[in-house]
Nanobody, 112 residues
Framework: QVQLVESGGGLVQAGGSLRLSCVAS????????MGWYRQTPGKQREWVAS???????TYADSVKGRFTISRDNAKNTVYLQMNSLKPEDTAVYYC??????WGQGTQVTVSS
């Protein structure tokens, strides 16, 4: 069983930045793609960004140019650097090991 633990969420003003981290337990991190998703009350969880085991990144149009996903295999950690935050980025952000596991989520609130 792999556990994913997110951290780094919080309250920030519009235009500010946050960096989310997700640490994975176990030894399978290196060989798996990782992703970040987000969800607001009453809406479906939406994909934000992904990074393959080889480091290839993809982004949702809504965050392209503002968010950066990266990974450190030595630390079993995936990051989401979020810049130029907007109030509409407010959500619970979830880390996912593609096709396998979800984290518990971390709240990001962007005030206007």
């Amino acid at each position: 069983q792999v556990q994913l633990v997110e951290s780094g969420g919080g309250l920030v003003q519009a235009g500010g930045s946050l960096r989310l981290s997700c640490v994975a337990s176990g030894s399978i991190f290196r060989g798996n793609g990782m992703g970040w998703y987000r969800q607001t009350p009453g809406k479906q969880r939406e994909w934000v960004a992904s990074i393959s085991s080889g480091g290839t990144t993809t982004y949702a149009d809504s965050v392209k140019g503002r968010f950066t996903i990266s990974r450190d295999n030595a630390k079993n950690t995936v990051y989401l650097q979020m810049n130029s935050l907007k109030p509409e980025d407010t959500a619970v952000y979830y880390c996912r090991m593609v096709g396998l596991y979800w984290g518990q989520g971390t709240q990001v609130t962007v005030s206007s």
